[in-house]
């Protein structure tokens, strides 16, 4: 399955951005302007078990996307994976190592496209690149 990650170091502590990470209307602050977030529902803040869905558009196509956290530890760890989506499957892992003032923050994503055998060749054409412009824009 092919695999993404990206980490940066933050001016904060863990605990100001595990809780801004858990406030789903904070995706609409993190995303770049390619990636149109048009609604989001979900409890805010998100706990473990939290069910959420996405709709967006980025370019012409539009995004539909549902998932849930399956863990939540405060303030270093939370995953979320979908369970309906663009994706056969998609696993993102937000990882919070505090650092004094500072906060490394760690988003590791795990997926798998659709359409095997030819969801490889989206991957490298498409995938890898998106998931690459958009978290380094969030970081």
Excluded at 69 to 77: F, G, M
Aim: charged fraction near 30%; charge should be positive.
């Amino acid at each position: 399955m092919p695999r993404f990650e990206k980490s940066s170091v933050i001016k904060a502590r863990a605990e100001q951005l595990f809780d801004f990470f858990v406030d789903p209307n904070n995706l609409k602050k993190i995303s770049p302007a390619s990636l149109e977030i048009i609604e989001i529902l979900a409890t805010t803040p998100l706990t473990a078990g939290s069910r959420f869905s996405m709709k967006a558009r980025n370019g012409k196509m539009k995004i539909e996307w549902e998932g849930h956290v399956t863990q939540l530890e405060r303030p270093s760890l939370m995953v979320d994976e979908q369970t309906r989506g663009p994706f056969r499957r998609f696993v993102h892992t937000h990882r919070f190592r505090g650092i004094g003032d500072h906060t490394m923050v760690i988003d590791e994503v795990e997926y798998q496209p659709r359409f095997v055998p030819l969801g490889w060749l989206a991957d490298v054409l498409v995938i890898r690149r998106q998931l690459r412009q958009m978290f380094e824009y969030r970081h």
